[in-house]
């Protein structure tokens, strides 16, 4: 049986979860636009007219980038859950 102490500790925590939550929500939807090339494909794409090319380009190696990154959080994660998940 939960005790008031318990209680309002649980609650604390799922608050605190839910902060974390809603920061990283609140990054990923409003995260800037950035401009991830080199300059050697920014000289090559910018002589071309149009630009679409340049940007394909541009979200090709934003999304090389996020991958390694989302691949390490989520494996971190998953050892985190592992290791404290089973304590009650």
Same mark, same amino acid.
């Given at each position: 049986? =939960?005790?008031? !102490?318990?209680?309002?500790? +649980?609650? #604390? ?31 090559? =794409?910018?002589? !071309?007219?149009?630009?679409? +090319?340049? #940007? ?33």
């Amino acid at each position: 049986m =939960l005790t008031k !102490e318990n209680r309002t500790k +649980k609650i #604390e925590q799922r608050g605190c979860k839910m902060k974390v939550f809603f920061f990283f929500l609140f990054s990923f939807f409003f995260s800037l636009s950035t401009q991830a090339q080199c300059a050697m494909c920014r000289a090559a =794409l910018e002589s !071309e007219e149009g630009g679409v +090319k340049a #940007e394909a380009v541009n979200d090709g190696i934003v999304y090389l980038m996020a991958i390694p990154y989302i691949l390490v959080g989520v494996l971190g994660y998953a050892i985190y859950r592992l290791k404290y998940g089973k304590k009650k």
